[in-house]
């Protein structure tokens, strides 16, 4: 009986030091990602003084698959890839008309009410002299019966990998608009809802330098900026710089709370969802 | 520029020109052949396999290219004598009467010929008569990037587009 209960206690100091250890290295591992500026929360509690961590916290970059430039083309060359028929199709981006390109994928849950959406709304929402162009990856990547099945033969639909990498998509579903008249892009993001995409079509055709047709837009897509207009024609470090000026002026500096949001409700304004779709793509 | 394939067809579109490889669905049980649409200006959505739909929307000075296949019964035929698709096209092979569809101030040509064993028919329109000699060297660059490869055997059979 005493050799049983001498047996159970040591059981339990081992697995409480296992358990003590686990912990730790937990901890260890939360407070590295806070000094590398990946935490979530509140950064104020510096590291304790003396640990390899109480170096000056740098910035690094939290990237998901490869990465993306630096500074984004404003480009937007012309499409070349596959129907989901298996025809042929190129598409001039520089002819006049803005097009409206639209990264879809077959197997993303949100990119199932955009599928829908689009098609059905193509006609009545989207301005006429807008041009829509749905783009998947190529058949090597994707399933060309499922694209047909959800394309339905509503909108234009284009296959094509190339386009993926020549728009620098970083996921679906993506938008760009491309300004005919100069084969640019003025407006290109994330959207959730056909609204937003609606709300990008607009605040990029009105952002643009010298009216229609002749610039690019500065405010990003999918997201309304109430301030001041936004200044335009500026390259990527201006925009940097102005974009840093904006915020210092209205009080948001290094270490603001703001920057740091705690959840992800704190980041995205709340949007209708689009029929259909159940979660992000 | 970039090139698209589809049933044994290849071209090089130019940036700025847009193209279409497409075949119709079957009507009837009756087979159908690629048709190929090449433009320096947007093609709309629905063209005509011969342009009806693009022809009236196209400027001055743009170019617009059909190349229609039939069917392989038609190979052997006095209409598709012609050896090889012609490539270096001529101002004065484009007069306004030979348009299909008459529009004004366009004018057109039309070719039938056998490339790679496969019965086409080339339809070119300009969309200025009068500014042919700048506009056919234009067209002629164009159909330098068409190639044709032969169509597999799956693929020949009766019927007609």
């Known amino acids: 009986m005493v050799a049983l209960m001498v047996v159970v206690v040591a059981a339990v100091a081992l697995l409480g030091v296992l358990v003590t250890g686990l912990l730790r290295s937990h901890a260890d591992i939360l407070s590295a990602l806070h000094a590398l500026g990946a935490g979530v929360g509140d950064p104020s509690r510096e590291p304790e003084a003396g640990s390899p961590l109480s170096t000056p916290a740098r910035p690094v970059p939290v990237s998901f698959g490869p990465p993306l430039p630096a500074e984004r083309s404003s480009t937007a060359p012309d499409l070349a890839g596959v129907t989901p028929g298996g025809d042929a199709v190129a598409l001039a981006m520089g002819t006049g008309a803005d097009t409206l390109l639209a990264f879809l994928s077959s197997g993303c849950t949100t990119c199932e009410g955009f599928w829908s959406a689009l098609g059905s709304a193509h006609g009545s929402l989207l301005p006429a002299d807008l041009r829509l162009v749905v783009v998947t990856k190529g ?143 | 520029m ?81 050896q090889g698709m012609p490539r270096a096209l001529a101002p004065s092979d484009f007069q306004p009467y030979r348009l299909r569809q008459g529009v004004g101030g366009r004018s057109g040509t039309q070719w039938f010929f056998v490339e790679a064993g496969r019965p086409f028919s080339l339809y070119a329109v300009l969309g200025s008569h009068a500014r042919r000699a700048t506009l056919v060297p234009r067209l002629n660059g164009l159909l330098a990037g068409i190639a044709v490869q032969p169509a597999p055997p799956a693929t020949l059979g009766g019927g007609w587009n």
């Open chain 1, 139 to 281: 058949p090597e990547l994707e399933s060309p019966p499922a694209v047909r099945a959800l394309a339905k033969g509503a909108v234009e639909v284009v296959m094509s990998t190339s386009a993926w990498v020549d728009y620098e998509v970083p996921g679906s579903p993506f938008f760009a608009l491309v300004d005919g008249t100069r084969a640019a892009r003025i407006g290109e993001g994330f959207a959730g809802s056909l609204e937003q995409v609606l709300g990008l079509v607009a605040q990029a055709r009105r952002d643009r330098v010298g009216g229609p047709g002749s610039g690019r837009a500065a405010t990003p897509a999918g997201r309304g900026s109430p301030g001041p207009p936004a200044v335009t024609g500026l390259t990527g470090p201006e925009r940097e710089r102005d974009n840093d000026e904006r915020l210092l002026a209205a009080g948001i500096g290094p270490g603001h709370p703001s920057l740091y949001p705690a959840k992800l409700g704190d980041v995205l304004a709340p949007t209708v969802p689009v029929a259909g779709a159940s979660g992000e793509g």
């Open chain 2, 2 to 82: 970039g090139v698209i394939r589809s049933h044994g067809i290849e071209m090089a579109v130019p940036a700025g020109c847009e193209a279409r490889i497409f075949r119709r669905p079957p009507v009837a049980g009756a087979a159908t052949y690629p048709v190929v649409h090449l433009a320096t200006f947007p093609l709309p959505g629905d063209v005509g396999d011969f342009g009806n739909g693009a022809v009236q929307v196209m400027g001055g000075n743009d170019v617009f290219v059909v190349l229609f296949e039939y069917g392989p019964e038609s190979v052997g035929q006095a209409l598709f004598a012609r």
